[in-house]
């Protein structure tokens, strides 16, 4: 509080960051104000000053004075205006100062976030500067971070154009003293982070102003602009950050935790809090039911991708080299054993056949003739030639009855649509279809290796298909794969399992889903907290010495 001066005359209050509004002087010098100031100069008269209308001369006349004083009971009453009191010990600041505007601004803010911003912004309008930037040390020691940017929006930096602003910060700060690049007349210091982000940035000068309170500096103010920066710009950069430099180590001092942060964003403290107290205890009552629920004892599954496999799985290759000549089965069709699914063509086995047909004839011939002159040398050699065609007949009969696929199990088609590839050449062991039993299935779980020591052979579990979301087939674990598998860049251990009797109608080869196999009955916190433990302890191996 400014103490009452001798006198009882009210103290004015003049700032050097903005000069107050021009107005008409008296005719007689008036003494300056409050802070130390020259006499307003004495307008001499002009001649336009005749031509304007005077104002009427004041009443003297006692009852003429009491009149004007009591109130018209037309005119509307004025409005008590909310304010600090004033006295003859009050100092009274002028309407439009900036700094009093800052610091109704800084005092209105929450946070340190709220109060740079603002800073920032102001301090941009009053200057003139096209954009002003806070660095900010936490409780006075490097390193310096850029913390708020005049006018909208979070500052968004890459990391040479953080580093070049941080740097021009650090040269005012350990310098103790405004810098101005390019320099003023009589300024001394070094400016050569000044000059490394007065090229990058692009404006025509900056000013860097030191914040100091408590004998540290804190932190820094960086304007640019886009003209010459004049000795007025950093006067008012200076005022400014010293009115702000308290306020600003004040609110970062009580800065609130990342916890307090969190319970702000959710609406369970601060104003927001305070203004809808049903949603601070609504969100209060879900965090303690979540709290009391993950400490209540439950069945803990362990969840695991699955599929549906066929019981039995019987690949149908191509028996010989030839041609797809025909296709009578898709994926998805009921067959049963012995149908015949596809025919392949081969012109070479047909031309081999009718070539063997004539040569069993003609030899045939040959015996009928050594038979009927009675030659027995020749007819028993025309004989063996004769065996010896039909053999190879046999042979290559035999290979053309192979050229007809049939199925080898009765069952579903589940692979081999074969109908776009009619005509193409086929090899010799190539898989033409696969085919499953349509009753009996078997339920493949890709279980993470994290997993496996909560999981043995014999125990239960629930599936639920993609395509059945809303049942839960209870399954039986038969046998767990001694290898893993990788899937998915992922390491797995198939578990064979078996779904119960009464439950299979459903089931179809190739179906999806997800299974949850019981790991035992504790709170589902204590899980969590193995699971993170488990996490922590790969973490702490993998990076220990």
């Keep these: 509080m400014i103490p009452p001066c001798a006198d009882a005359t009210p103290l004015r209050l003049t700032t050097s960051l903005d000069a107050p509004p021009a107005r008409r002087p008296d005719p007689a010098p008036t003494p300056s104000s409050a802070g130390g100031g020259t006499a307003r100069a004495v307008r001499e008269p002009q001649p336009s000053d005749a031509a304007r209308p005077s104002k009427p001369a004041a009443p003297t006349h006692p009852a003429q004075r009491s009149a ?5 009971p037309l005119a509307p009453k004025p409005r008590a205006r909310p304010g600090p009191p004033t006295g003859p010990a009050t100092a009274v600041a002028p309407a439009g100062d900036p700094l009093l505007a800052l610091a109704r601004a800084l005092g209105d803010a929450e946070d340190f976030e709220t109060a740079a911003a603002a800073l920032c912004t102001r301090i941009a309008a009053t200057v003139g500067a096209a954009r002003v930037v806070l660095g900010w040390r936490t409780r006075g020691h490097p390193p310096t971070r850029a913390v708020a940017l005049s006018g909208a929006g979070e500052p968004e930096w890459d990391g040479e154009a953080r580093r070049l602003l941080v740097a021009a910060m650090d040269e005012a700060i350990d310098q103790a003293r405004a810098l101005a690049c390019p320099p003023g007349p009589g300024q001394r210091g070094v400016l050569r982070a000044h000059a490394l982000q007065l090229r990058a940035g692009g404006a025509k000068a900056i000013a860097t102003v030191p914040l100091a309170h408590g004998g540290a500096a804190h932190g820094a103010l960086l304007a640019e602009f886009e003209r010459p920066v004049a000795p007025r710009d950093l006067e008012r950069l200076g005022e400014a950050g010293a009115l702000a430099a308290p306020w600003l180590r004040l609110l970062h001092e009580r800065r609130p935790g990342a916890l307090r942060r969190a319970w702000r964003a959710a609406g369970l403290s601060g104003r927001q809090a305070a203004a809808r107290p049903w949603r601070a205890r609504l969100l209060w009552a879900a965090a303690a039911a979540a709290a009391i629920g993950s400490a209540v004892p439950i069945d803990l599954t362990v969840g695991a991708p699955a599929r549906i496999e066929g019981e039995v799985q019987r690949t149908v290759a191509a028996p010989i080299r030839g041609y797809l000549k025909a296709v009578h089965v898709r994926p998805g069709d009921a067959i049963r054993e012995g149908d015949l ?21 003609q030899h045939e011939g040959g015996v009928s003739a050594a038979m009927a002159r009675g030659e027995r040398a020749p007819m028993s050699i025309a004989q063996a030639r004769v065996e010896e065609a039909r053999a190879r007949l046999g042979l290559v009969e035999h290979q053309l009855e192979q050229i007809k696929v049939r199925a080898p199990i009765a069952g579903v088609v589940l692979q081999g649509d074969l109908w776009q590839q009619l005509g193409t050449p086929v090899d010799r062991g190539r898989t033409l279809f696969v085919v499953a039993p349509a009753s009996r299935h078997r339920v493949i779980v890709e279980l993470d290796e994290r997993d ?13 298909l993609s395509a059945l979301p809303w049942d839960a087939l209870p399954l039986v674990i038969e046998r767990i794969a001694p290898a893993a598998a990788t899937l998915d860049g992922r390491n797995v251990f198939e578990l064979e399992a078996r779904v119960e009797a009464g439950a299979t109608d459903a089931l179809r080869a190739g ?24 996490a922590l302890a790969r973490l702490v191996w993998r990076w220990m010495p």
């Excluded at 004007?68 to 018209?72: E, G, I, K, V």
């Excluded at 012109?347 to 047909?357: F, N, V």
């Design 341 to 361: 699914l596809a025919e392949l063509g081969d012109r070479d086995l047909e031309l081999e056949r009718a070539k063997l047909k004539s040569e069993v004839a």
């Design 452 to 464: 496996l020591r909560r999981i043995a052979e014999g125990g239960r579990g629930r599936l639920a």
């Design 68 to 72: 004007l004083a009591q109130p018209s």
């Design 511 to 534: 179906q999806r889903g997800i299974a949850h196999l019981d790991a035992g009955h504790g709170p589902l916190a204590l899980d969590w907290a193995r699971r993170s433990g488990d």
